[in-house]
């Protein structure tokens, strides 16, 4: 490595080791194992901020750069979705209303219902946690969990959200009959259903 190829590689040339369009610096598989493994079973999302951050149209004139709010909200989205399997018990990625498969045992993990608030939609899937920032329509607390995912033992395809801050939510029902989440009780994930968290609201849907 020179300084006239480290200038070209790293500046005047960069072409990232994932870029759709260019595969001149393609991602070699002895040597980048993680990096293939890992792009594979990365949400769209996820895949399509990295193409566009570093990609030709953001690293060379004029720049397109993604500011770093739209990668928070992204990555704070992705950690919402992270969930653990109910077949294997390892962590894995679960989208609202969908269907996907868990990266490790292959098992399939169906998400038919989500929370949704103004900036993020919570999926309605065991071990789905809900953090303060999520909730808030300001900016909030990304690292403070105020709610968890839980699944209806007896029911597996029923899911409610724990109340686990120490103030009481409420929620209002599609007849418009209003009930009460205490600190650590459970509000049932139903479609219509309208959680308030202080001056938050979330609807599921």
């Known amino acids: 490595m020179t300084p006239e ?19 001149r610096n393609a991602a070699n598989n002895q ?3 993680n990096t293939l493994r890992f792009w594979k079973i990365y949400p ?12 030709k149209s953001s690293v060379k004139p004029p720049y397109d750069r993604v500011i770093e709010m739209t990668w928070l909200d992204a990555f704070v989205k992705l950690r919402s979705e992270t969930v653990p399997c ?14 996907v498969n ?19 939609e919570l999926p309605a899937f065991g071990g789905a946690k809900l953090y303060d920032g ?8 990304f690292h403070k969990i105020i709610g968890e ?6 029911d597996p395809s029923k899911h409610a959200l724990r109340n686990l801050t120490q103030n009481t939510w409420s929620v209002k029902l599609p007849d418009n009959t209003v009930k ?3 600190p650590n009780g459970i509000m049932p994930i139903n479609k219509g259903f309208v959680l308030t968290i202080g001056r938050s609201e979330g609807t599921v849907e």
């Open 86 to 99: 109910p077949h294997c018990g390892k962590e894995t990625f679960i989208a609202p209303k969908y269907s």
């Open 5 to 23: 190829l480290e200038k070209k590689f790293y500046g005047s040339d960069p072409v990232f080791v994932l870029d759709p369009e260019d595969d």
């Open 44 to 55: 769209d999302y996820i895949r399509d901020l990295f193409i566009q951050s570093f990609g």
């Open 149 to 154: 995912v839980v699944r209806n033992k007896k």
């Open 31 to 33: 040597l980048n194992t």
């Open 134 to 141: 999520m909730a808030s329509d300001t900016e909030g607390d």
């Open 180 to 182: 009460t989440v205490d």
């Open 102 to 120: 868990c990266m490790y045992c292959g098992g399939q993990l169906t998400c038919t219902d989500s929370i949704k608030f103004k900036r993020f």
